[in-house]
């Protein structure tokens, strides 16, 4: 198992974000961590990349319990924009070189260049859409093994959004596994291998997509408008 979550808990003061959550993602899958706002995928990633601490529980990246050595294998992609806005596209190259040893910077330009972006725009100039997809590339061009994205399609127009995920497609093809936080089901579906649907901090339905399927006879969709109407 590549993450491995037991009885994890975080309590912000009085509120329980992540209640007793055990899970277990494998190498190489990808999982849709699904669940409307305020259900608790944001808390679980930034406490499996390292920037949260668990107030309870275990949670486990390769084995390790998290600390330095995970962030190592973990990328992270937040919702919030953590890309200098004053910085050209080819400047965020350098500044991610220098800031993640596994940055890999040809890969970064073959990304670029799959997202048709310039690399001597600034990131300023970029359309939300654009600056999206400048973090996605940002985070796939490293060589972690687990990789961690928060609603990476939000803000993004139909056809980015293909793109967007034929590049997570391609990252799990090539052996990573792939966490993706959205609530933007039906689009995300079809790259899924596994769901994991969250509601107020519980784990409600988690299971291979396909088997999910077959058992209850409809669409993760369909479950999902079930689970949170
Ligand atoms: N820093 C914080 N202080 C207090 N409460 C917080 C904090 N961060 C999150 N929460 C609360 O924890 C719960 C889970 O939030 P979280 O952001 O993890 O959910 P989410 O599923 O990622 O939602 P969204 O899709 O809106 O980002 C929410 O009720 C939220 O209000």
Known sequence: MLLEAKKLCKGYLSKKAIKDVSMALETGKIYGFLGPNGSGKTTFMKM?????????????IDGQLIGIETKKLAAYMSTDNFIYPYMKIK??????????????????DELLKYMQLEPHLKV??????????????????RKAKLFMLDEPLNGIDLVAREKIL???????????????????VDEMEKILDNVI??????????????????????SIVELYKEVYA
Do not use: W
């Open 48 to 60: 499996a990349a390292g920037l949260l601490h668990p107030t309870s529980g275990e949670l486990r």
């Open 197 to 218: 649907l969250l509601k107020d901090g519980e784990i409600v339905l988690t299971g291979e997509a396909e088997k999910v399927r077959e058992e209850q006879g409809k």
């Open 166 to 184: 034929n590049a997570i497609v391609q990252c799990a093809n090539e052996g990573n596994t792939i966490l993706i936080s959205s609530h933007l």
């Open 91 to 108: 400047t965020v190259r350098a500044y991610f070189t220098d800031f993640f040893e596994d940055f890999d910077g040809n890969r970064f």
């Open 124 to 141: 300023s100039s970029l359309s939300s859409g654009m600056a999206a997809k400048l973090k996605i590339a940002v985070t796939l061009a």
